[in-house]
């Protein structure tokens, strides 16, 4: 299995590109604990470049875009584990239980053969991985920005909020190197491994959250929740835990979620009044990427116009937690206004928030 990691441009596309950004998907799932994910991806790398047929690794090798940016992978790879969690195809019980001496390309072979208008569905659209455990980031950044002498009370707004987990961030826990934060017990509880110093200890309030996906998901819908399951990693179980509590608590209270994309929701969000003393914060979370380069565009022109209109009691901040595609590695950057618009690292963590690095630490995923 390759375990190394190939620095290729994550806008590349076209042939050549197909079985490198599944080799990078091997090695980011590998270095990331995911081993089955990693042999799932791996299977499919073979077949592909052992020129295996059907209509699905043909429409693969055709991809018409990036296939990194657009995670053509996980899309397969989430279509595969839904056939598995439905007991659709039994053989792929032995590689998702990571059992040893099988033949993960063959396994892998028969079930898109046997499933392929089901899996051709998968790649209709980019995951949906929705993460709960990403919003201890968004806390330490409060934190942070609470230290910084910005009002302590925070109007959030999130961007590819897919079933809107993280806009349920005032219901969890937070121990965050010590610092708690939140209602006790919380709906969940998050205390990630602690890398550096610990965060300031500050009272900070979330005066509301809401937020924007184009194809937002009703947890409370078994057939779409099952859809964000099958794009977590098996190896992670606590994270099919948090997925039943974040199940649990939409059901009691929806979260504030639009069915919008990403400029759209951004340009129509600012354009309405701020309260004074509160801290308007835009985030997002392993999103980026799947926002098309035209809107990326307008959300930063949006941003920064509002920016140049912020003040001392309206101040405006934007939390990024994407990949560092250079360092392969994730990382928190946080630009405010006024007084510090240049983006500033302030944690590396884990994707789905199984450590944090406060201030920029260099562990590796």
């Given at each position: 299995m390759?375990?190394?990691?190939?620095?290729?441009?994550?806008?590349?596309?076209?042939?050549?590109i197909?079985v490198?950004?599944?080799?990078?998907?091997?090695?980011?799932?590998?270095?990331?604990g995911?081993?089955v994910?990693?042999?799932?991806?791996?299977?499919?790398?073979?077949?592909?470049?052992?020129?295996?047929?059907?209509?699905?690794l043909?429409?693969?090798?055709?991809?018409?875009?990036?296939?990194?940016a657009d995670?053509?992978p996980?899309?397969?790879?989430?279509g595969?584990?839904?056939?598995?969690?439905?007991?659709?195809?039994?053989?792929?019980?032995?590689?998702?239980?990571?059992?040893?001496g099988?033949?993960?390309?063959?396994i892998?072979?028969q079930?898109?053969?046997?499933?392929?208008a089901?899996?051709?569905?998968?790649?209709?659209?980019p995951?949906q991985?929705?993460e709960?455990?990403?919003?201890a980031?968004f806390?330490?950044?409060m934190?942070?920005l609470?230290?910084?002498?910005l009002?302590?009370?925070?109007?959030?707004?999130?961007?590819?909020?897919s079933?809107g987990?993280?806009?349920?961030?005032?219901?969890y826990?937070?121990?965050?190197?010590?610092?708690?934060?939140?209602?006790?017990p919380?709906?969940?509880?998050?205390?990630?491994e602690?890398?550096?110093?610990?965060?300031?200890?500050?009272?900070i309030?979330?005066?509301?959250a809401?937020?924007c996906?184009v194809a937002?998901?009703?947890?409370?819908d078994p057939?779409?929740?099952?859809?964000?399951?099958?794009?977590i990693?098996?190896?992670?179980t606590?994270r099919?835990?948090?997925?039943?509590?974040?199940?649990?608590?939409?059901t009691?209270?929806?979260?504030?979620?639009?069915?919008?994309?990403?400029?759209?929701?951004?340009?129509?969000?600012l354009?309405r009044?701020?309260?004074?003393?509160t801290?308007?914060?835009?985030?997002?979370?392993?999103?980026?990427?799947?926002?098309?380069?035209d809107?990326?565009a307008r959300?930063t022109a949006?941003?920064?116009?509002?920016g140049?209109r912020a003040?001392p009691?309206?101040?405006l901040?934007w939390?990024s937690?994407?990949?560092?595609?250079v360092?392969?590695?994730h990382e928190?950057?946080?630009?405010f206004?006024?007084?510090?618009?240049?983006?500033?690292?302030?944690?590396?963590?884990?994707?789905?928030?199984?450590?944090?690095?406060w201030?920029?630490?260099?562990r590796?995923?």
């Open positions: 390759a375990e190394d990691y190939q620095f290729i441009d994550i806008n590349a596309s076209g042939p050549g197909i490198a950004a599944f080799d990078n998907q091997v090695a980011y799932c590998t270095t990331s995911a081993t994910t990693a042999r799932i991806c791996a299977a499919l790398r073979d077949l592909i470049g052992a020129g295996e047929g059907g209509a699905v043909e429409r693969v090798r055709s991809w018409p875009g990036a296939p990194l995670a053509l996980l899309r397969l790879a989430g595969l584990h839904a056939l598995h969690l439905k007991g659709a195809e039994p053989a792929l019980k032995a590689i998702y239980d990571d059992q040893d099988t033949d993960d390309a063959a892998v072979a079930a898109l053969h046997r499933h392929e089901a899996l051709l569905a998968w790649l209709d659209g995951p991985t929705n709960a455990g990403r919003s980031n806390i330490a950044a934190l942070w609470a230290d910084k002498g009002p302590p009370k925070f109007a959030c707004l999130e961007i590819g909020s079933a987990i993280n806009l349920m961030l005032d219901r826990h937070y121990d965050l190197g010590g610092v708690q934060v939140g209602p006790e919380g709906a969940m509880r998050f205390a990630p602690w890398q550096g110093d610990s965060p300031p200890d500050r009272a309030a979330i005066a509301s809401k937020g996906d937002p998901v009703d947890l409370t057939e779409q929740a099952l859809r964000l399951k099958a794009y990693w098996p190896e992670h606590v099919f835990e948090r997925m039943a509590a974040a199940i649990a608590e939409a009691k209270a929806a979260p504030d979620l639009v069915e919008m994309n990403a400029a759209d929701f951004v340009e129509a969000e354009a009044p701020q309260e004074p003393g801290t308007r914060m835009l985030m997002h979370s392993i999103v980026w990427q799947y926002v098309p380069a809107q990326q959300v949006a941003m920064e116009a509002a140049a003040t009691e309206r101040p901040v939390v937690l994407e990949a560092n595609r360092l392969h590695i928190m950057t946080v630009r206004w006024p007084g510090g618009s240049e983006p500033v690292v302030v944690t590396r963590a884990h994707p789905h928030g199984a450590w944090i690095g201030g920029g630490s260099d590796l995923i």
